[in-house]
């Protein structure tokens, strides 16, 4: 069930940012505002229109970071996936 944008304040935003967040998980969406002002909108990510790609698990990093070549070679199979050159993916 999709739910048209309600309208919350920044600062509301701010001090439940865990209650709105499940209700984005909900299917709402939110035009958050400051002083009346629209600064931008929440919602949930539809599947077909945005999608989420892991490159690197930043999760299980070591003390010295992620080498440079790991973050190039995930880049680079990424790009071969999506038909980018090196040029384009910039």
């Known amino acids: ?8 304040g920044l600062k509301v935003l701010r001090e439940k940012m ?5 209700k984005v998980q909900q299917g709402q969406s939110f035009i958050v505002v400051k002083q009346s002002k629209p600064l931008f909108k929440i919602g ?16 299980k ?10 973050v190039l070679a995930a880049l680079k199979v990424r790009n071969k996936k999506h038909g ?3 040029k384009s993916a910039r």
Request: charged fraction near 35%.
């Open 1 to 8: 069930m999709k739910y048209s944008p309600k309208i919350i």
């Open 61 to 70: 990093i070591k003390k010295g970071g992620v080498p440079i070549e790991e």
């Open 18 to 22: 865990g209650e709105y967040a499940a």
């Open 44 to 59: 949930p990510i539809d599947d077909e229109e945005e999608s989420y790609e892991t490159l690197i698990d930043f999760t």
């Open 84 to 86: 980018q050159t090196s």
